[in-house]
């Protein structure tokens, strides 16, 4: 099959090569020149295992390309996929900006009927936003779906190849039929796809991560509770965790949550939710409940260590959100790091893969270890 995919960042970059590793014909495009030459070379622009392997294979078997033209992903292609930003604006909404631009540049590089899938997290809604835009700029038919993505950073190759389902939210039975055939060869573990509405599979994507969201918030305020009582929370946690109706999983407490994923889209329901009337009480807590863990951990190093800081050699350990990723966006470590700057610590960080990153926050600010003992 021949696909697009517009927009080269983590879902685009990961889509696209496990899509021509699966024996499709793909470009993926990229507005940044200087990645798409990058990417060109064979060298990954972010860091998730074993892509860049797997770029290189379907790259040297010339299923894979770049390009930074729409028009070379779109012409003749069967399916594009849109997998561009959606930051958060002030208010906690989704900013669909580069969504709207690169529809109206789809619609305009059509030359035949196209199926036009939102990869991307898009608040309810976004899928019939997109068909108007391209039925303003194009006369040739069109099928607009949602496949959203569950792609965990660290192990994104694994979660595309082996979901733990596929969802597609289409309107149109052959569109969907289409998005099916696509990603049987994903689903030979009998993992269910998932055919469903466009409006369903949209707040299909922002349920989940509010979900897991929502076990950290909670686990975390557990802990704090436990912590002020003098009890282990882990015991509690396991206690918790062996009961089936709960399980393990997201009952870790810690820093609290950050990414591109989960901060922003809590907000971004929380957000549509509103807008339609409805009260979102428990989501607007979930956040709350984060951006308190983060000064929680500041509180307990001053309660330790005292308010002013100056003098104190301070080693970090972790930087990026999670761990097997470079990603420091919303990551707690950030803030933390920050405050114990201002309160006049010299902090020393070791992060495996992520002080190139976090140097463009600090710059000399702190001090980049390359071995953990070393900071």
Same mark, same amino acid.
């Given at each position: 099959?021949?696909?697009?995919?517009?927009?080269?960042?983590?879902? %685009?970059?990961?889509?696209?090569?496990?899509?021509?590793?699966?024996?499709?014909?793909?470009? $993926?495009? =990229?507005? +940044? !020149? /200087?990645?798409?030459?990058?990417?060109?070379?064979?060298?990954?622009?972010?860091?998730?295992?074993?892509?860049?392997?797997?770029?290189?294979?379907?790259?040297?078997?010339?299923?894979?390309?770049?390009?930074?033209?729409?028009?070379?992903?779109?012409?003749?292609?069967?399916?594009?996929?849109?997998?561009?930003?959606?930051?958060?604006?002030?208010?906690?909404?989704?900013?669909?900006?580069?969504?709207?631009?690169?529809?109206?540049?789809?619609?305009?590089?059509?030359?035949?009927?196209?199926?036009?899938?939102?990869?991307?997290?898009?608040?309810?809604?976004?899928?019939?936003?997109?068909?108007?835009?391209?039925?303003?700029?194009?006369?040739?038919?069109?099928?607009?779906?949602?496949?959203?993505?569950?792609?965990?950073? %660290?192990?994104?190759?694994?979660?595309?190849?082996?979901?733990?389902?596929?969802?597609?939210? $289409?309107? =149109?039975? +052959? !569109? /969907?039929?289409?998005?099916?055939?696509?990603?049987?060869?994903?689903?030979?573990?009998?993992?269910?796809?998932?055919?469903?509405?466009?409006?369903?599979?949209?707040?299909?994507?922002?349920?989940?991560?509010?979900?897991?969201?929502?076990?950290?918030?909670?686990?975390?305020?557990?802990?704090?509770?436990?912590?002020?009582?003098?009890?282990?929370?882990?015991?509690?946690?396991?206690?918790?965790?062996?009961?089936?109706?709960?399980?393990?999983?997201?009952?870790?407490?810690?820093?609290?949550?950050?990414?591109?994923?989960?901060?922003?889209?809590?907000?971004?329901?929380?957000?549509?939710?509103?807008?339609?009337?409805?009260?979102?009480?428990?989501?607007?807590?979930?956040?709350?409940?984060?951006?308190?863990?983060?000064?929680?951990?500041?509180?307990?190093?001053?309660?330790?260590?005292?308010?002013?800081?100056?003098?104190?050699?301070?080693?970090?350990?972790?930087?990026?959100?999670?761990?097997?990723?470079?990603?420091?966006?919303?990551?707690?470590?950030?803030?933390?790091?920050?405050?114990?700057?201002?309160?006049?610590?010299?902090?020393?960080?070791?992060?495996?893969?992520?002080?190139?990153?976090?140097?463009?926050?600090?710059?000399?600010?702190?001090?980049?270890?390359?071995?953990?003992?070393?900071?």
């Amino acid at each position: 099959m021949r696909i697009g995919v517009i927009g080269s960042g983590y879902v %685009g970059l990961v889509t696209a090569a496990c899509f021509a590793d699966s024996g499709n014909d793909v470009t $993926a495009v =990229d507005k +940044d !020149a /200087a990645k798409v030459v990058e990417l060109s070379s064979g060298r990954c622009t972010i860091y998730e295992p074993g892509l860049e392997e797997l770029m290189r294979m379907s790259m040297a078997a010339e299923r894979l390309r770049f390009s930074t033209r729409i028009a070379d992903a779109v012409a003749d292609a069967e399916v594009v996929f849109l997998a561009v930003g959606t930051p958060p604006r002030a208010d906690g909404s989704a900013d669909l900006s580069a969504v709207e631009a690169v529809a109206e540049a789809v619609g305009k590089a059509m030359t035949g009927p196209l199926v036009v899938v939102n990869k991307s997290t898009v608040p309810v809604g976004t899928g019939a936003r997109v068909a108007e835009i391209l039925r303003a700029n194009t006369n040739h038919p069109f099928q607009v779906v949602s496949n959203p993505e569950f792609l965990k950073e %660290g192990s994104a190759l694994d979660d595309f190849l082996r979901p733990d389902r596929v969802v597609i939210g $289409a309107d =149109d039975a +052959d !569109a /969907a039929d289409l998005l099916v055939e696509l990603y049987k060869p994903f689903v030979r573990n009998n993992r269910p796809i998932l055919v469903m509405s466009r409006i369903a599979a949209e707040m299909s994507k922002y349920a989940s991560n509010a979900y897991l969201s929502t076990r950290i918030s909670f686990i975390n305020e557990i802990a704090e509770i436990c912590e002020r009582l003098g009890i282990d929370v882990n015991e509690v946690r396991r206690g918790m965790g062996a009961d089936a109706r709960i399980g393990h999983h997201f009952l870790y407490p810690g820093v609290g949550y950050g990414g591109s994923c989960f901060p922003k889209d809590v907000q971004a329901l929380a957000s549509t939710g509103r807008s339609a009337g409805a009260s979102c009480e428990l989501l607007e807590s979930v956040h709350n409940r984060n951006e308190r863990q983060r000064t929680r951990m500041i509180e307990r190093i001053r309660e330790r260590l005292g308010a002013d800081l100056s003098g104190k050699h301070i080693a970090v350990w972790g930087i990026a959100f999670k761990p097997k990723t470079d990603d420091v966006r919303e990551a707690p470590a950030i803030n933390v790091i920050g405050a114990m700057i201002e309160s006049g610590a010299a902090v020393s960080t070791y992060d495996p893969e992520a002080l190139e990153n976090a140097r463009q926050i600090f710059g000399e600010r702190v001090t980049y270890c390359q071995r953990a003992y070393e900071a």
